[in-house]
């Protein structure tokens, strides 16, 4: 259940104090929101029985069709293939971070 995994992550002590370290380290000066920089960060979800893309610079989540639990993962890959990486293969800055 989504909310019991919410409360566990709240819960994780270590995850604070190693997120705390980190930041005590100092951080990356933040560019100006008129800056233009190349950075974009967009997050897939699933919801209900749907793969959600959910981007900050749209004003709506993109439904991407259907998905399951064992799906999830491997349907958000092939929607990042076919629809980011296609556009620029040869571009290097991409990263991707899975929370499951």
Known sequence: ????LGVKLADAKDLHEVSETSA???ATETPDREDDTDNHFIAFVKQGNDL???DGCIGYPINHGPTTEDKFLSDAVKVIK???ISRDPENPHFSLLALC
């Open 1 to 4: 259940h989504p909310g019991e």
């Open 24 to 26: 005590e380290g100092g």
């Open 52 to 54: 959600y893309e959910m």
């Open 82 to 84: 076919d629809e980011f």
